[in-house]
């Protein structure tokens, strides 16, 4: 059975910084794309960043320059590192994982249970 458990969420001021993380366990033969969303209350789930297998980055334009997504392969993780936080980046982030597992024929996407950050003075 395939868990994504995330970690790192919590309150911070405007201008401060948090790190998520997410660890991907279970009978997992390959990862290909990881990455995060976040859902603001009343809103739909969107995208913060992806990032490829071999390391290749994609963020969301309101993050750009502010939030870093980084991947262990051998750790079956990935974290993204954020700076400079808004009040906008409050939300429920989720961690994303498109993986096969062992005795499947084909990929499919798993999501973790989300971590909540609120970004307030």
């Known amino acids: 059975q395939v868990q994504l458990v995330e970690s790192g969420g919590g309150l911070v001021q405007p201008g401060g910084s948090l790190r998520l993380s997410c660890v991907a366990s279970?009978?997992?033969?390959?990862?290909?794309?990881m990455g995060w969303y976040r859902q603001a209350p009343g809103k739909q789930r969107d995208l913060v960043a992806t990032?490829?297998?071999?390391?290749?980055?994609n963020y969301a334009d309101s993050v750009k320059g502010r939030f870093t997504i980084s991947r262990d392969n051998a750790k079956r993780t990935v974290n993204l590192q954020m700076n400079s936080l808004k009040p906008d980046d409050t939300a429920v982030y989720f961690c994303n994982a498109g993986l096969l597992e062992y005795g499947r024929r084909s990929f499919s996407d798993y999501w973790g249970q989300g971590t909540q950050v609120t970004v307030s003075s």
């Open positions: 990032i490829t297998r071999d390391g290749r980055p």
């Open positions: 279970g009978s997992i033969a390959t990862i290909n794309g």
